[in-house]
């Protein structure tokens, strides 16, 4: 009987072994007690644990792909320089008005400075606008995996 019990597993569920059906609200992200080592309520378990972790793993890779194939726009205050961001914070490209950059290169009212301040306030505001399209989007995916959001910790 121990080798038995060992083997497969004790037949009667007990609530201090495992949590039963019943005890566990609907809609609930609550994990059931992991089984008995060497039982094949374990292996079970184990593979369980395995497919929810393939599953974590493709929806993570998914949204990385989504991430970046978002575009972001920021641009500077006196609207003169747009920089694009992905999702993933990586800069994609920066488009200066040439009238502007005209004026910056011949001196003429504007300088290096202002067209430096001009494309440092559209990085600014699309790295900011990314990083909060990522932190939205992976707040979702944790929601739905059932784990804690920076919010909830």
Known sequence: LYLFRQFFGDKKRRKDDAMLDDD?????KV???KPKEGSIGETAYMMESFKKAQAVSRRTSNLADELSRTKIEGTSSDGKCTVTFDGQQRPLGVVIDESFLELCVRGEDGDAEELSK???EAMQEAHAKSKQVMKEKMTVLYSELGLPTTSEV
């Open 24 to 28: 566990i609200p609907p809609n609930s």
């Open 31 to 33: 994990a059931l007690k």
């Open 118 to 120: 001009s494309i440092t």
